[in-house]
Nanobody, 124 residues
């Protein structure tokens, strides 16, 4: 059993930046960041495959960067040029297999472990 703990959320103005972190209690394979805004379905934001491949939602390309510190079992999401529409609860998730990052992002593959989320609020 792997536990995921997110941190780094907060309230910032549009145009600002935040860096989310997700610490895993054990080894993980493909991982991703997902978000869910009030009244909306959960969506994939960014994904990182075991081979280092990355995928991003069109809405965040060029603004968000996913990365991982393998030595610390920590996944990051650097978010720049934030917009009010980025407001959501952000979740970290991990799979038990090495899926392609596109499949993780799209939700086509099961993510075994999920964190409890960290809230990001962007004001205009």
């Amino acid at each position: 059993q792997v536990q995921l703990v997110e941190s780094g959320g907060g309230s910032v103005q549009a145009g600002g930046s935040l860096r989310l972190s997700c610490v895993a209690s054990g080894y993980t394979y493909s991982m991703g960041w997902f978000r869910q805004a009030p009244g909306k379905e959960r969506e994939g934001v960014a994904a990182l495959a075991s081979d280092g491949g990355t995928s991003y939602a069109d809405s965040v390309k060029g603004r968000f960067t996913i990365s991982k510190d393998n030595a610390k079992n920590t996944l990051f999401l650097q978010m720049n040029s934030l917009k009010p529409e980025d407001t959501a609860m952000y979740y970290c998730a991990a799979a038990v297999l090495g899926y392609h990052s596109d499949d993780v992002l799209s939700g086509r593959v099961p993510m075994r472990y999920w964190g409890k989320g960290t809230l990001v609020t962007i004001s205009s």
